[in-house]
Each structure stands twice: as C-alpha cells, then as structure tokens.
C-alpha cells in the first residue's frame, strides 16, 4: 500500500491566506475574511457615513476599533474636538457618533487606551498572530511585528470589509528577509529598515509580502519588529511580518483583549503552526549582515536616500542614471545639502521623538537614556509625542517625562501629532530629525526638511544641535 506523499513545505504567508480563503476569484485572487477592522477620524468618518447613508450596517461590529489619532491636538488638556485641522473637529465628531451609535469598539481621545490605531492594537492584544487587520493608512503593515497580516486599504474597501468583513486581494509574491549577525551598539530596528531600503531602493518591495528573518530577528523585542515592519511599506511592499515565537508570546500574554486560560494555550499551539516551514521556498530572499550596520540617516526626500550617520552628502553626478540623478539633484537642492559635507554635525532647528513608528515605550527608554542630566541645545525646539496613552502614563510611572522636559523636550498628549501636516505648521521651513516613517517635500509642514533615525540618533542630536551619532553619548538608566 502506498504511502501519501508529506504536504510541501509552506510559508507563513502561505498558512494565514489558505486559512483566511473563503473563496477564490481568479486564478491569482482570492476573496479573504478580514478579522480585524479598525478606523479612525480622519478616513474612518468618511466610511461610516457613507455605510450608513447606503443603509447598511456593521455585519461584525465586536471585530471592528475605532479610534480618534490622527487630527485630534497633542496638546496637554485637550478638548474633545480640539484639531488643527480646519475639517478635524467635524471629522472627530462624525466618528464619535457613529461609533457610539453602532455600538463599535471605540477609543475616544480621552479614553484610557486611546492612542496610533497601530500602537493600540498590538498594545492590548486587540490584534493576534494569524489574523487579518485592514485600516486606511498605509502603515498598517506595523502590526505584522506581532504575526499578523495586516495591511492599509482605501475608504471604499473600508466600507466593504465594514459591511462583509471580507475583502479581494490578489496573491503577492513571497520575499524573505534575512537580517543575520548581531545588531552593533546604537543600532536599532530603525536603522535595520531604513538600511534594508536604502539598499535595495523604495521600490524594492513592490509585488511582495516580506517576511523578516535571521538572527538578529529572533532576538529582536517586539516593539522593535513593529518598527521594521512599519516602514514595509517604504519599501513599497504591503505586507511585512515576523511570525510568532516565544518573544511575541511573552509580549501578548496578559494584554487586555488576548486569550485567557485554556484558549490562551490553544491559540499559541495554533500560532506556533503558523511559523515558516524549513525547506519552503520564497520567490526572492535578501541577505544583510548586521555586524555592519551603523546609526542610519536620511539626507534626502525619499527614504531610500539614506546613509550612515558618518557618510558626506553623495553627489548627484555620481548617480548610476539618469532618473535617480534627478531625484538626487531634488533632494540636494530641496534639502540645501551640500554634495561631498559630512550630514555629522549639520545644524537642526527641531528634534521630533513620535508616529507609528517610534513612540512606544522602548522608544522612549532609549531616547531618555541619552537625555537624562542632559539638556537639548538652546534654540532647537524638541517635542515627544507618545504613541499611546498607556504608553504616555507608563512613561510617567518610570519619571520619563521628567527626563524629557527636564531636557527641553515638549512632553505631549499620544496622537499621531506632527508626524505629517495635518494643519499644524510647527516645523515649516526648518531642518527636522525625526523618529518618523517618511521624508517626502513638505510632509512635517511647508518647506519642513526631515532627516529620518532612531530615536537614540534623534536625541543625540537634540542634545548636540545637529545630526550626531548616539555612540559618542554615554547612555545613563
């Protein structure tokens, strides 16, 4: 009698989509069932509105969070509709209501969980390994850091998922990348991704979900996967993931919303089946050897334009091409960089420590290492911006704030904050070294030049004045 031949070998990615399939719609596109939902004011308003004027409802409304994040003030003693946006306060309040109307799971901006939807959901286990998570922005791909396969989408397919809680999606490509060798000191998770795209380009991700592997991923904390996979999509990939292990259950075990007792043992038995199967094949793997990587910095308008924080400035002529010489001659001009100066000792005028992608609390540990008995140079304005609430009074409970604002530093409300111009024109027509995910003209305020790093490099260069490298500032804990 014959024996059935073993199942191939099968990807992460390979395991949560077949389990997610309700149907297939071509022969590269497959109808998925979306676990999570969540929306918040400034697109989520605009779902919401335009489900219920077609008359429909929430088909899942205990699987879908709505939060208030991105237009609401980060200024201590906010109100309730308080918005530097012109559009905010309307925007706000049309979620509110929905929310409060539909009976969804809704973090007000006052509520004791409130904060970034993507700090928020792995933050109280609302999101788990295994799940789908859908959101409109783009960063949401953040959430993979726990094993999750989470993506932005549109408002349209918002109201879709909102009214179905499922959604097509075509069947990307396979990447893995494996990040190998011991991460050096002063090196973090932001240093690893702006690495990997400064490699590879910003469009080396396009078609492909990506998941990152290696040594110095197995030992990497969860916060710190969140942040690689955060800026996933800065790679132009969609999805990017760390499937689970024993560092992602440590971290969930005992959040608010996670499994208890007996389910919690069942989920990670499952969880654990999720893992990429030895011998399973991806379509392109990426190798970088982390024993060389140093602080990382973007010196131009795109991150791929990045380097290490003791490299000069390139010079455009040297470019490979045409198009990316032109790209290169933007930045220098729009920059005003000079081509062959080194970006160590550049002058700043503002240091921003928060987003989606820097403002949990081992962000804000590192940064305060390096801040604490120290003093941010006169005249540069410093602004903290927690991700989360919890994060916020969790910092406090340590006596972070004090070594913030005893630095100089402005200690804020958790939102999404200056992370982009959403009215507030804080930074305009300065140099910024930021904690956040993009680089683009004008994307913290008209004129606003953004050098992307860590938040190690961020408050090093606060202290300094100018870009500094966080390996020459004795950290104190």
């Known amino acids: ?48 509105r335009a489900l219920g004027e077609s008359g429909r409802t929430p088909m899942a409304r205990d699987q879908v969070l709505t939060v208030i994040e991105h237009l609401i003030s980060t200024r201590p003693g906010r109100g309730p509709v308080e918005s530097p946006s012109k559009s905010g306060p309307i925007m706000i ?19 004791p969980l409130q904060g970034i939807a993507h700090v928020v959901a792995p933050e109280q286990g ?29 408002a349209s397919e918002a109201e879709h998922v909102l009214a179905t809680q499922a959604l097509a999606q075509t069947r990307p490509r396979r990447m893995r990348v494996n990040f190998n060798g011991t991460i050096g000191e002063g090196v973090y998770a932001k240093d690893l991704i702006l690495a990997l795209i400064g490699q590879l380009g910003a469009q080396g991700g396009i078609g492909y979900a990506v998941e990152y592997a290696g040594s110095a991923i197995a030992s990497l904390p969860v916060e710190g996967r969140l942040t690689l996979c955060n800026m996933s999509v800065e790679f132009s990939a969609k999805y990017g993931f760390v499937p689970a292990d024993d560092i ?20 990670v038995a499952h969880w654990r089946n999720l893992r990429t199967d030895e011998g399973a094949q991806f379509d392109k793997e990426v190798d970088i050897d982390c024993r060389s990587l140093t602080p990382q910095i973007t010196w131009g308008v795109s991150p791929q334009q990045v380097l ?43 240091a921003y420590i928060g987003s989606c992608t820097n403002a949990r609390l081992s962000d804000l540990r590192a940064a305060a290492r390096l801040l604490r008995g120290r003093h941010v140079k006169p005249g540069i304005q410093a ?15 340590e006596g972070l704030d004090r070594v913030f604002m005893d ?27 930021s904690t956040t995910n993009r680089n683009f003209e004008d994307r913290q305020g008209p004129a606003t030049r953004t050098h992307l790093a860590s938040p190690a490099t961020v408050a090093a ?11 020459l500032f004795t950290a104190i804990d």
């Open 93 to 111: 309040e049309t979620t509110r209501q929905a929310s409060r109307d539909w009976g969804l799971k809704f973090f007000d901006y006052d509520h």
């Open 407 to 433: 630095a100089g530093f402005e200690w804020r409300e958790a939102a999404c904050g200056f992370c982009a111009n959403m009215g507030d024109a804080r930074f305009a027509d300065q140099r910024v070294i």
């Open 248 to 267: 992602t259950f440590e971290y969930l075990v005992g959040r608010r919303f996670s499994p208890r007792g007996a389910a919690w043992d069942q989920a």
């Open 126 to 154: 609302i999101v788990f390994p295994g799940a789908t998570l859908v959101c409109c922005d783009s960063h949401t791909s953040t959430v993979g850091g726990i094993g999750a396969l989470a993506w932005g989408i549109g």
């Open 308 to 350: 290490s924080v003791r490299d000069v400035v390139p010079d455009p002529a040297d470019a490979p091409d045409a198009e990316s010489r032109a790209l290169a001659e933007r930045a220098v001009r729009y920059m005003r960089l000079t081509p062959g100066t080194p970006l160590l000792g550049t002058a700043i005028d503002a």
């Open 383 to 397: 602004v903290c911006v927690p991700g989360s609430t919890p994060v916020k009074h969790a910092a406090e409970a």
């Open 461 to 471: 260069s606060a202290i300094a004045g100018c870009i500094a490298d966080p390996r």
């Open 1 to 48: 009698m014959s024996m059935k031949a073993p199942p191939p070998p099968r990807t992460f990615l390979d395991k949560v989509w077949a389990e997610h399939r309700i149907l297939p719609l071509s022969p590269d596109a497959d109808l998925l069932q979306i676990d999570r939902l969540i929306l918040h004011e400034l697109s989520g308003s605009q779902v919401m």
